[in-house]
């Protein structure tokens, strides 16, 4: 298993333009989120769903679009990329449920900066 | 709502030295409690976790003991390696709550000298 899995690792953008994060999963996980992690503070939950075709939005959803038109894949878009959208965004993915079920596994991230 | 406070970092430490990260939360009732460790480089991995009070969560030597009367988490190593350099966060979540619930602390930031 691959398990998380995104692309690109960096990525520079200037004020105003577009991109699509990617992030793919290989375990059959139904439950997947986008954090953005920045400096000093945790991570905080960007979009999240339960499943292909159901997403919702998370503490910090202005800004970013998702689609997950199947259970592997859930890409994060930036519409119009802003200064404060720089930071480092994780995806995550877990078996969903609640309970002991809920172990996420994470992607190793992605560097984006906007200048 | 819920909270995480992590100790400030970074903390930085010799071989060898014993490891204490501090972890206070806020939260009604008794939620899980987590430490997650993130190496240079990749995403966070769960390290150990506590669904109960008095539980003790423990791997690859590290250990933390779920308290409620201190609502604390704290994140112990007796003798740390230079491969433990790493960010280490602190999490809770509701009891039975969904992944989505998760509460992160800042992170502290170990680096450990030969």
């Known amino acids: 298993n691959a398990g998380v899995t995104q692309t690109p690792k960096f990525q520079v953008l200037k004020t105003g333009q577009s991109m699509t994060l990617q992030c793919a999963q290989d375990?059959?996980?139904?439950?997947m989120s986008w954090y953005r992690q920045d400096p000093g503070m945790g991570l905080r939950l960007i979009h999240y769903?339960?499943?292909?075709?159901?997403?919702d939005q998370g503490e910090v959803p202005n800004g970013y679009n998702v689609s997950r038109s199947t259970t592997e894949d859930f890409p994060l878009r930036l519409l119009s990329a802003a200064p404060s959208q720089t930071s480092v965004y994780f995806c995550?993915?877990?078996?969903?449920?609640?309970?002991?079920?809920?172990?996420?596994?994470f992607g190793p991230g992605t560097r984006l900066t906007v200048l | 709502g819920d909270s995480v406070t992590q100790m400030e970092g970074p903390v930085t430490l010799s071989e060898e030295a014993f490891l204490t990260i501090n972890c206070t939360y806020t939260?009604?009732?008794?939620?899980?409690l987590f430490w997650y460790v993130q190496y240079p480089g990749e995403g966070l991995q769960l390290l150990l976790k506590?669904?109960?009070?008095?539980d003790k969560g423990s791997n690859k030597g590290f250990e933390a003991t779920y308290r409620k009367e201190t609502t604390s988490f704290h994140l112990e190593k007796g003798s740390v390696q230079v491969s433990d350099s790493a960010v280490y966060f602190c999490?809770?979540?509701?009891?039975?709550?969904?992944?989505?619930?998760?509460?992160f602390g800042s992170g502290t930031q170990l680096t450990v000298l030969p």
């Open positions: 995550a993915s877990s078996y969903g449920g609640t309970g002991d079920y809920n172990e996420q596994f």
């Open positions: 375990m059959n996980h139904e439950y």
């Open positions: 769903s339960v499943g292909a075709g159901i997403t």
């Open positions: 939260a009604t009732g008794y939620p899980s």
């Open positions: 506590a669904t109960k009070a008095d």
């Open positions: 999490a809770l979540r509701p009891p039975w709550g969904s992944a989505r619930q998760l509460t």
